[in-house]
């Protein structure tokens, strides 16, 4: 099969779902359940990403039920208090209405992998979270193409082995991204502001613009 023949009739859908998945921390209905045939759909979904890894090390843990995300929603808020500390005070509006009412989200998914990265050896650390990243992705462009929003967050690893003990996650599997969802409500979803390509982007050597 040729290139051409592989190619879609339209990239117009796909980039716009591309350039508008932001994290979506307010603007969600809190009183209506994602699905789980949604979510293992857009799972099935993320598991086609490339993985560099050769074995399916992703790993995905669904929390719905209250207690759970209760657990995992204060020691998030206690992670975002000490970063508030470390920066004098300052948290983004936003990030403290999710941590606000991140146990009223209708699911949190915990995008794991299994292993741990090697702690002194930078090419494998990129080779494990490069075979587990691209599949979080995938998982939140799927979720907003189903107009379920989602957040990109880390900062629950704060207290990653606190919150592997509260969820029964093995010693051996590593957390990576924390994805609170749920469906989208009179959410306006627009591109972000960004530097244009040719500022930020070098051709054949470090620094050098493509019309250098």
Same mark, same amino acid.
Not at 14 to 24: F, G, M, Y
Not at 53 to 72: C, D, G, M, N, S
Not at 98 to 123: F, K, N, Q, T, Y
Not at 146 to 154: H, L, P, Q, S, V
């Given at each position: 099969?040729?290139?051409?023949? %592989?190619? !879609? /009739?339209?990239?117009? @859908?796909?980039?716009?779902?591309? $350039?508008? =998945?932001? #994290?979506?921390?307010?603007?969600?209905?809190?009183?209506?359940?994602?699905?789980?045939?949604?979510?293992?759909?857009?799972?099935?979904?993320?598991?086609?990403?490339?993985?560099?890894?050769?074995?399916?090390?992703?790993?995905?843990?669904?929390? %719905?039920? !209250? /207690?759970?995300?209760? @657990?995992?929603?204060?020691?998030? $808020?206690? =992670?975002? #208090?000490?970063?508030?500390?470390?920066?004098?005070?300052?948290?983004?509006?936003?990030?403290?209405?999710?941590?606000?009412?991140?146990?009223?989200?209708?699911?949190?998914?915990?995008?794991?992998?299994?292993?741990?990265?090697?702690?002194?050896?930078?090419?494998?650390?990129?080779?494990?979270?490069?075979?587990?990243?691209?599949?979080?992705?995938?998982?939140?462009?799927?979720?907003?193409?189903?107009?379920?929003?989602?957040?990109?967050?880390?900062?629950?690893?704060?207290?990653?082995?606190?919150?592997?003990?509260?969820?029964?996650?093995?010693?051996?599997?590593?957390?990576?991204?924390?994805?609170?969802?749920?469906?989208?409500?009179?959410?306006?979803?627009?591109?972000?502001?960004?530097?244009?390509?040719?500022?930020?982007?070098?051709?054949?050597?470090?620094?050098?613009?493509?019309?250098?």
């Amino acid at each position: 099969m040729s290139d051409e023949e %592989t190619q !879609p /009739e339209s990239t117009e @859908a796909i980039d716009e779902i591309l $350039r508008t =998945a932001r #994290s979506v921390r307010r603007r969600i209905d809190f009183d209506r359940p994602v699905e789980r045939e949604v979510i293992e759909e857009c799972i099935g979904i993320a598991t086609q990403a490339p993985t560099g890894i050769p074995a399916e090390i992703w790993r995905f843990l669904v929390l %719905t039920e !209250p /207690e759970p995300k209760r @657990a995992l929603a204060g020691l998030y $808020r206690q =992670a975002l #208090s000490a970063l508030a500390e470390a920066r004098g005070g300052e948290v983004k509006t936003s990030q403290q209405q999710l941590a606000d009412r991140l146990d009223e989200m209708p699911a949190l998914i915990l995008v794991c992998a299994e292993g741990r990265p090697a702690p002194d050896s930078i090419p494998l650390q990129v080779s494990f979270y490069g075979s587990i990243l691209p599949a979080a992705w995938s998982l939140m462009l799927a979720l907003r193409a189903r107009g379920i929003g989602a957040t990109w967050t880390t900062l629950h690893l704060l207290h990653e082995r606190e919150a592997a003990a509260q969820l029964g996650i093995p010693e051996n599997v590593t957390q990576t991204i924390l994805l609170p969802v749920g469906y989208t409500r009179n959410a306006v979803l627009r591109p972000a502001e960004r530097r244009p390509p040719g500022d930020i982007t070098y051709w054949n050597r470090w620094g050098h613009p493509k019309n250098s």
